[in-house]
């Protein structure tokens, strides 16, 4: 008997666990070297993450991306880079060609996705769910490095286009306040 109650214990702890779950923590991914992953293994930090391309006039923005990271990361800040060819053909490299190219040039050590689609009919499902109509900022992404800010419990608190540069104020700030809140 004490073994059942017990089981229903963790069963009811494990149920409230994943209820607590944010949608955007359950969508597979694959990291940049194909092994299947989720923003979930990121519960309890704050994310930053940017669809990124290495050869784009925003490319040099991984040089504050990294900065931003190395900054704030002891306090609870994961920069997530997600390669993307949508725009301009600006990623069209390997998984390993990305990963040498910012690993080389801009000492990225940030954790970086596969290449996916983040716009048009392929759009990856964690990108229909950033941009889409049920999003608290939806609209389809305009170009590269455009970041979303998403909080310790999952929630978008904050979107950026292109231009805005990972040393903004307004970013910075944005970061700051999703790392002050438990």
């Avoid at 040393?167 to 700051?176: G, R």
Wanted: charged share 25%; aromatic share 8%; proline share 7%.
């Amino acid at each position: 008997m004490k073994s059942i109650i017990v089981f229903l214990a963790v069963l009811s702890l494990t149920q409230i666990a994943l209820a607590d779950d944010s949608p955007l923590q359950s969508i597979p991914l694959k990291d940049i070297d194909g092994k299947p992953t989720s923003l979930k293994d990121y519960s309890g930090k704050v994310i930053l993450l940017v669809n990124v391309a290495s050869k784009c006039g925003f490319t040099p923005q991984y040089a504050g991306l990294e900065a931003l990271y190395e900054k704030y990361k002891d306090k609870g800040l994961v920069v997530i880079g997600v390669p993307s060819n949508d725009f301009g053909h600006q990623e069209p490299g390997t998984a390993d060609e990305i990963k040498t190219f910012c690993s080389q040039k801009y000492n990225v050590s940030f954790p970086l996705m596969e290449k996916v689609h983040v716009k048009g009919p392929e759009k990856c499902p964690l990108y229909k769910a950033l941009t889409g109509n049920d999003s608290k900022f939806p609209g389809e992404i305009k170009w590269n490095f455009n970041k979303f800010v998403i909080d310790r419990n999952g929630q978008i608190v904050q979107r950026f286009d292109s231009p805005v540069k990972p040393d903004s104020t307004e970013l910075v700030s944005a970061v700051e306040a999703a790392l002050a809140k438990s």
